[in-house]
């Protein structure tokens, strides 16, 4: 079981930017594909981007061109650039290993006022 530690959230007004950091074990970061997952009050948890171990991404269309999704193994740290943020992307962001079962951690809210 791994459990990563998400941070960077914040409140912003839309059209704002946030970057967003998950840090967790070398061997977990560095050797998984990542995902960057998000749920709304009400809603499920959804996944939004994700990156491979050969740091091939793929993205959600309701975010694709707007967020960046990037992986630093030097630093053990996966990283979510979100640019343009609507009032729909609030939510409580977080990162969890593609396929696994681990816990999820507390993640890191983000708001963004219209």
């Known amino acids: 079981q791994v459990q990563f530690v998400e941070s960077g959230g914040g409140l912003v007004q839309a059209g704002g930017t946030l970057r967003l950091s998950c840090a967790g074990p070398?061997?977990?970061?560095?050797?998984?594909?990542i995902g960057w997952y998000r749920q709304a009050p009400g809603l499920q948890r959804e996944l939004v981007a994700q990156i491979t171990t050969t740091s091939i991404t793929r993205y959600a269309d309701s975010v694709k061109g707007r967020f960046t999704i990037s992986r630093d193994n030097v630093k053990n740290t996966v990283f979510l650039q979100m640019n343009s943020l609507k009032p729909e992307d609030t939510a409580v962001y977080y990162c969890h290993r593609i396929h696994f079962t681990d816990n999820w951690g507390q993640g890191t809210q983000v708001t963004v006022s219209s």
């Open positions: 070398a061997e977990a970061l560095s050797f998984n594909d």
